[in-house]
């Protein structure tokens, strides 16, 4: 059964930090690379940062150098490390297949930013 559950979202400020975590079942973890998507209200559903099995990392422009992807085999577990966040960081966040996979979308983890 594949399954993967987000989490670690919140509320925060200007300029903080938080780190998203994507649990994910050892049939999808050990097949495919992985992504973390985010949605905007209004927005369509975006990339945000990839990572292959082999630990290769793609980010989209507007979070190099503020976001890191990293994945901890042993646990099945991505992570997402998000510094300096912006007010347009806020969406819900989501985890996936690198491309993704229609039926993996997961309910997604929110992030508000706002002073």
């Known amino acids: 059964q594949v399954q993967l559950v987000e989490s670690g979202g919140g509320l925060v400020q200007p300029g903080g930090s938080l780190r998203l975590s994507c649990a994910a079942s050892r049939s999808i973890f050990s097949i495919y690379a992985l992504g973390w998507y985010r949605q905007a209200p209004g927005k369509q559903r975006d990339l945000v940062a990839a990572?292959?099995?082999?630990?290769?990392?793609n980010y989209a422009d507007s979070v190099k150098g503020r976001f890191t992807i990293s994945r901890h085999n042993a646990k099945n577990t991505v992570y997402l490390q998000m510094n300096n966040l912006k007010p347009e960081d806020t969406a819900v966040y989501y985890c996936n297949a690198w491309p993704s996979i229609g039926g993996y979308w997961g309910q997604g983890t929110q992030v508000t930013v706002s002073s």
């Open positions: 990572i292959t099995s082999g630990g290769s990392t």
